[in-house]
Each structure stands twice: as C-alpha cells, then as structure tokens.
C-alpha cells in the first residue's frame, strides 16, 4: 500500500514563525503536492512537484514555499506565519492519475 | 482554468436509501479525468471512482457509481444501499489530459457533507 505520512497532525505556532510542513512518500512517486483544505473551498493547491528539485505554484503560492531535496521528502514552508494560514494542509502524491493523501496536519496560527 | 462546482454543502440519507451528489464542471478541453474522493472523520483522503471523459460508459465501483453528462459538463455520484460508513465530506475533482498544461495537478470542488441516518 502507498503510504504518505506527514510530520504532525497538529501544530500550533505563533505570528511571525517560520513553520515546516513535511511530507514523506513511500512509494517513489515522481509527483507530489500541497493543498491547504478551508470550510466551503475545499482544497486549493498550493505548490507542486514533478521531480526531485523541480516546483511549480499552485493556485495559492503566496506566503509559501516548498523545498524537494530528496524524491520521497516534500517540504511546505511557511516563512512567517499569519493568522490567516490556519488551516488544514494536505500532503498528497501520485505516479499518474490517482493521488495518494497523507493525514493532513491542522495548523493553527495564533 | 478549470472550475469545479458542488452545489450541496449538506446531504443526508437513510441508512440503505440511495442518495445522489452533484458536480458541475467548466473546461474547454475535451479530454480529461474526473474523480469523486471521500474524507471520513480520520481525515484520511480516499479515491471512491474514476472517469474518464473519452469513455461514454459511466464508471462503477460496487454500491458507487456516476452519472457522466459531458456535454452538460456534469458529474454526479450516486450511492446504493447506503451504509454509516459513507458518512463522510465528498469532494469531485478535475484533471486535465495534458500534462504540459497543468501537468498531475487536481483541481477541486468545495465538497459535500454526506450524513447517513441509521
């Protein structure tokens, strides 16, 4: 079975933190993604990956950014929380059509 | 750009009933996937059904299947003989064909809370 985990399924950070999101896939998927998940908008990508190094920004870039070093490790950063980042995110990652989604991490940013 | 629009925040079934959710979609390709993914309460993200828009044949998984109008640019699920494990946030999803376009990347609906009645 493909397995994504992410590093925590709750986080509570503080204004002006920078904040890591990991995602590690066991699965050697080429392509992975971050979605953040609000009430009544479901999910917007944020930034994908379609090899190791290579980004591109998704829907909602602004006030992220993503690092992959390694195939299975795909890294959100948020390089000074605001409160409006609170949210769920969800690590996802797929090899050609289905997407496989890690357990998503609930962030809050007070 | 692609836009996925799930017009019922809220449904809810009797347990064994059939309920129907709705998906419309906008695009001006004319080839592409189409997915129904299903969120429990763990949060834990589950591919329910697949189509894809060059095949005429509506897919079906089991008790789960999906009315494709591509034409009306539209794409419900429907789910037979519901049980309390379908209980759960309904998300369709759009994929393009081309990958030099938007290459993997899905776009999704708002959702839709499903709630089954014992």
């Known amino acids: 079975d493909v397995k994504v985990t992410q590093s925590s399924r709750y986080l509570v950070k503080r204004t002006g933190e920078k904040v890591f999101l990991e995602c590690v896939q066991d699965?050697?998927?080429?392509?992975m993604f971050w979605y953040r998940q609000d009430p009544g908008l479901g999910l917007r990508l944020i930034y994908f990956?379609?090899?190791?190094?290579?980004?591109e920004k998704g829907d909602i870039p602004e006030g992220y950014s993503v690092s992959r070093e390694k195939k299975e490790r795909f890294s959100l950063i948020l390089e000074s929380a605001s409160t409006n980042q609170t949210s769920m995110y969800l690590c996802?990652?797929?090899?050609?059509?289905?997407?496989?989604f890690g357990p998503g991490t609930r962030l809050t940013v007070l | 750009a692609q836009t996925v629009t799930q017009s019922q925040p809220e449904m809810s079934v009797q347990e064994a009933e059939t309920v129907t959710l709705s998906c419309t979609y906008d695009t001006s390709e004319s080839d592409y996937y189409l997915f129904w993914y299903k969120q429990p309460p763990s949060r834990q993200m589950i591919l329910v059904i697949r189509?894809?828009?060059?095949?005429?044949q509506n897919a079906t998984e089991n008790r789960f299947s999906v009315n494709f109008q591509k034409a009306a640019k539209s794409f419900s699920l429907k789910i037979s003989d519901s049980q309390l494990g379908d209980a759960a946030m309904y998300f369709c999803a759009y994929r393009s064909a081309r990958w030099e376009t938007s290459g993997s990347r899905l776009t999704f609906g708002e959702g839709t809370q499903l709630t089954v009645n014992p």
């Open positions: 996802a990652s797929s090899l050609w059509l289905e997407q496989f």
């Open positions: 189509q894809e828009a060059y095949k005429q």
């Open positions: 990956s379609y090899d190791v190094k290579m980004k």
């Open positions: 699965m050697d998927h080429e392509n």
